[in-house]
């Protein structure tokens, strides 16, 4: 029913931008929060952003806040992920997923997409 399809990843130098798009379809309520999740090898999976599709409201982490920003487009399908100033630490494969309510937990949230690799460089 929720369908969810993450691209836009690359490799790119530190300091550069990258912008993933979350192509999403399917039922409104449960996919009323958008979740942006990375996670690298051997490290758990981090939440990164979490978007509120009626209202647009943006929550970040801290290891991000400032430096990257989500957003949608005009039919409320796509949800963005602008990173701007990437670090290597910011290399990681990234999600985005789908969930009825707020939440911050990465267990909690019923759709996910396949991931894109984001490699950043010194």
């Known amino acids: 029913q929720v369908q969810l399809v993450e691209s836009g990843g690359d490799s790119v130098q530190a300091g550069g931008s990258l912008k993933l798009p979350c192509a999403t379809s399917?039922?409104?309520?449960?996919?009323?929060?958008i979740g942006w999740f990375r996670q690298a090898p051997g490290k758990a999976r981090e939440r990164v952003a979490t978007?509120?599709?009626?209202?647009?409201?943006?929550y970040y982490a801290a290891s991000v806040k400032g430096r990257f920003r989500a957003s949608q487009d005009d039919t409320k399908n796509i949800i963005y992920l602008q990173m701007n100033n990437l670090k290597p630490e910011d290399t990681a494969m990234y999600y985005c997923?789908?969930?009825?309510?707020?939440?911050?937990?990465?267990?909690?949230?019923?759709?996910w997409g396949q991931g894109t690799q984001v490699t950043v460089s010194s």
């Open positions: 997923a789908a969930v009825n309510r707020y939440t911050l937990t990465a267990e909690e949230y019923t759709y």
């Open positions: 399917g039922d409104n309520y449960e996919r009323k929060y």
């Open positions: 978007f509120y599709r009626a209202g647009g409201s943006q």
